[in-house]
């Protein structure tokens, strides 16, 4: 692709992100569900799986689907195995990122068995007690992911079972405890994050400890030092926007259908940026919206350097 690109037809789109209901059943503080800016996207819309599979096989060359759900979770949608079947027959990989607490371990083992060794699947635990674990991932039972996980693998031999595990300043130690580690062994792989330091900027609807949900020293302090230097629309004719969804060639996909180039765009500026064949990234390359700052050049740069991969 040249660099001078500034336009995507949807046949170019490789991968996307969907929002498959606007709900959630779990009440984690740092959620863009708590975000005061972010009302306008938790209303609970559920297209049915004929509806979104109209709308995807107008992606014809899709690779990657991320039912991620930045403000559901995606196992609530009552089709989802639908979708994942659908999936698996078009061969487009599936990143599936659950909180685990849905269902029961029957209803797990009947996803095991759609999912392929292309697929995978991160069930997320935040600490090896009860009371750890709820700290952030407030209205779930440990327990409960444990045996739902256990369903899943009892039928998908695959390994493409993942462990996700939010790192905060308080369950650091705990990380290191043998609790977790046998809790880290039950799953084929494991995979870490950093809590998303953007996060720590925002107004929340619902209020909760701040000393104690927060990233490391180290990280805090980096990503302060990120945002204190933001440029913002019109600041500078020196700003050069490298946007991620133009390069990767990734659109988002709210829960009415509507699609932006990335979830942090939707998040900020209202869905609905994109329809029809070609999607044009000129009002984005232009520095039209103050949020698209994560992408501009030198940032980049920083957040590279930082190792800050989640503040986007
Ligand atoms: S924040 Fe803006 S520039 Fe970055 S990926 Fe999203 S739309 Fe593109």
């Not at 705990?174 to 330091?197: L, P």
Request: charged share 30%.
């Amino acid at each position: 692709m040249s660099c001078k690109q500034t336009t995507l037809h949807r046949s170019e789109i490789l991968e996307l992100e969907m929002d498959l209901t606007g709900t959630c059943n779990l009440r984690c503080p740092l959620c863009t569900r708590n975000y005061a800016h972010a009302g306008h996207l938790l209303k609970r819309n559920v297209r049915s799986f004929k509806e979104i599979k109209e709308q995807l096989d107008t992606f014809t060359n899709l690779e990657v689907f991320y039912m991620a759900g930045n403000i559901s979770e995606p196992t609530l949608h009552p089709e989802v195995k639908e979708i994942c079947r659908y999936l698996v027959d078009r061969g487009v990989a599936i990143e599936l990122f659950t909180n685990g607490s849905t269902h029961n371990p029957k209803w797990w083992a009947e996803l095991g068995e759609i999912l392929s060794s292309n697929d995978r699947i991160y069930f997320t635990i935040c600490g090896s007690t009860q009371e750890l674990h709820e700290k952030y991932r407030v209205g779930s039972k440990l327990q409960d992911i444990l045996d739902n996980h256990q369903g899943f693998i009892s039928t998908n031999k695959e390994g493409i079972d993942h462990i996700q595990h939010i790192m905060f300043k308080y369950n650091r130690e705990d990380y290191e405890s043998e609790a977790m580690k046998s809790i880290i062994a039950r799953f084929s792989k494991t995979f870490n994050v950093d809590t998303e330091g953007q996060r720590t900027f925002n107004e929340y609807v619902k209020s909760f400890d701040k000393d104690l949900i927060r990233p490391e020293d180290e990280r805090k302090r980096a990503i302060d030092a990120l945002f204190n230097i933001k440029p913002k629309p019109g600041e500078s004719s020196d700003i050069e926007i490298k946007c991620m969804s133009l390069r990767d060639r990734k659109i988002y996909i709210d829960q009415f259908g509507q699609i932006s180039p990335c979830y942090g765009h939707a998040e900020y500026e209202g869905p609905g940026h994109f329809s029809g064949e070609v999607f044009d990234y000129g009002e984005v390359l232009s520095f039209k919206f103050k949020d698209c700052f994560k992408c501009e050049r030198r940032i980049q740069k920083l957040i590279d350097v930082m190792e800050l991969d989640f503040v986007c």
